[in-house]
């Protein structure tokens, strides 16, 4: 089983982009999933997160301008960012717990991190 998150790049403030993460491989089911950012020097932290059937929660910092969405059909999560700032810019991981086909256990995944560079 692996994510692949993709989608990030350079934009200017005010701008907005689309990341995807897509989980693939031999899959039962996912459950929660979830985007994280690491800016430099600072710590991992949670951005947004949404669950099996659709509820959301996001960090204070991006409440109104970041939406995040899934598409259970295609192992797929989504994160939209709006209006977006300087301090924004972080590298982005998703996570996700995954149930692997023929297993009772639940792994916690992460994809490898897209860049997000906001700046003028």
């Known amino acids: 089983v692996q994510l692949q998150a993709f989608g990030g790049g350079l934009v200017q403030p005010g701008g907005s982009l689309r990341l995807s993460c897509a989980a693939s491989g031999s899959i039962f089911s996912i459950n929660d999933m979830g985007w994280y950012r690491q800016a430099p020097g600072k710590q991992r932290e949670l951005v947004a997160a949404?669950?099996?059937?659709?509820?959301?929660n996001y960090a204070n910092s991006v409440k109104g301008r970041f939406t995040i969405s899934r598409d259970n059909a295609k192992n797929t999560m989504y994160l939209q960012m709006d209006s977006l700032k300087s301090e924004d810019t972080a590298v982005y991981y998703c996570?996700?717990?995954?149930?692997?086909?023929?297993?009772?256990?639940?792994?916690?995944?992460w994809g490898q991190g897209t860049l997000v560079t906001v700046s003028s």
């Open positions: 949404i669950t099996s059937d659709g509820r959301t």
């Open positions: 996570n996700a717990k995954i149930r692997p086909s023929g297993s009772i256990r639940w792994d916690a995944s």
